[in-house]
């Protein structure tokens, strides 16, 4: 009984944190569903929100309306959206911003429009190497630590 529950819980756990290796995120502002046993979404943190401070909500509300043009409709899904998945809203409007001017990446996006573009390629290009490096480096620490602890000590089976 408990190898079926160790079981159970080990697929629970493992079909619900996959997304968060996930190059893509996923949830309501992506348009693919985050889990199929997600019961808070945009309509519940709109409801949420509406209730905490009413004259903000309102205010954010119009800005919205005004600012880019939407329905009512609109401005409270998109608000909804926010509040419920903030960062995956923020990518898919930088997503939506460079299919729009046409950039190729966000590499591209960054270097178009900065002020010094050699100087961010060269900074992203550094950054890029020097996390390579760092991920690699853990990576062997890690499997080096592990070689090392099984050669220090060895599985003896039961009964030998």
Excluded: C
Excluded at 53 to 69: D, R, V, Y
Excluded at 97 to 124: C, F, H, M, N
Excluded at 135 to 147: C, E, S
């Amino acid at each position: 009984m408990n190898l079926l529950r160790s079981f159970l819980l080990a697929v629970a756990v493992a079909a619900t944190s996959v997304g968060a290796f996930s190059v893509l995120p996923n949830g309501p502002a992506t348009g693919r569903p985050a889990t199929s046993l997600s019961v808070f979404g945009p309509k519940q943190a709109l409801a949420i929100e509406r209730t905490k401070n009413p004259a903000k909500f309102e205010q954010t509300i119009q800005g919205l309306m005004s600012s880019k043009g939407l329905t009512r409709g609109q401005a409270e899904k998109r608000y909804g959206e926010f509040l419920v998945d903030p960062d995956g809203f923020a990518l898919k409007a930088a997503e939506e911003e460079r299919r729009e001017k046409g950039y190729k990446d966000w590499i591209d996006q960054a270097v178009s429009k900065s002020d010094d573009p050699e100087a961010t390629l060269k900074r992203i290009k550094e950054f890029q190497r020097f996390n390579s490096i760092k991920g690699t480096a853990i990576m062997v620490i890690a499997g080096g630590a592990a070689v090392w602890y099984n050669y220090a000590n060895p599985y003896i089976p039961p009964g030998h």
